[in-house]
């Protein structure tokens, strides 16, 4: 037997991203047709617009909806001369009531592929079970830990070294559904909850539009 010496070098690991897909070979999709659902500010959700207009993802958003009045997405989705709808929570009798609205106004739209990007409600079947495999959620950790709210709270105070975000499918469960993406973002020692927010905001930027394309081309479109 040859004893092989021992060396420390591997190969680097060439991205934090996994899968990490080469955009050119997601191209090709047909056109799809977005309904994003934002609560707040709506960086994700301008990210996926800049994506299209740079021609990185194959598809169009036919509409913005909203839930909190004055919600910074909105304006964004004026910028981008996106059509915004606001269905405040609080003028519905229940969850199902408002995911009632959502469906309908999403089916009005023509919308296919539903992006939860920054949306702060849980949803029920009502919504999940009229676009199935259709719905996409974006979460601030690496998944399954830190589920829930305050995802990146949890991992500071946690001690974890290494967190992320997490593209995944909508199940009743939240934060449960199929892995499509993930990034990985080091914790640094003096990081803030502002700092590693914002460094991990990066990098859902990056994988919220690879994701979206990657899931559309497992999932053929609804008509085929
Ligand atoms: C993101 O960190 C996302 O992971 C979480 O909510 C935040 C939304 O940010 N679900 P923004 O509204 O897209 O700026």
């Known amino acids: 037997m040859s004893l092989e010496p021992v060396t420390n070098h591997v190969t680097p690991t060439p991205s934090l991203v996994a899968p990490e897909v080469a955009s050119n070979s997601l191209q090709n999709a047909s056109l799809l047709k977005l309904g994003v659902m934002a609560s707040g500010s709506g960086s994700n959700f301008e990210a996926i ?11 169009q958003v036919n509409v913005l909806l909203y839930n909190n009045p004055g919600a910074k ?5 004026d910028r981008w001369g996106i059509p915004a709808v606001l269905l405040n929570h609080r003028e519905f009798e229940s969850r199902e009531a408002l995911d009632e609205a959502i469906v309908e106004t999403l089916r009005q739209h023509d919308v296919e592929w539903v992006i939860m990007a920054g949306w702060m409600r849980i949803v029920t079947p009502v919504l999940i079970n009229a676009f199935p495999r259709r719905i996409l959620n974006i979460h601030p950790s690496l998944l399954p830990s830190f589920k829930g709210n305050r995802a990146v709270e949890q991992a500071l105070a946690a001690g ?16 449960s559904g199929d892995i499509i993406m993930q990034a990985a973002v080091p914790i640094l020692p003096n990081d803030t909850l502002e700092t590693l927010h914002d460094r991990i905001h990066t990098q859902e930027y990056r994988i919220f539009p690879k994701a979206i394309a990657l899931a559309a ?3 053929p479109p609804s008509n085929a």
């Open 73 to 77: 997405a909105a304006a964004r989705a």
């Open 49 to 59: 617009a800049q994506a299209i207009a740079d021609q990185q993802l194959h598809a």
């Open 160 to 175: 974890v070294k290494i967190t992320g975000c997490t593209v995944h499918l909508v199940v009743p469960e939240v934060d």
């Open 217 to 219: 081309q497992v999932q």
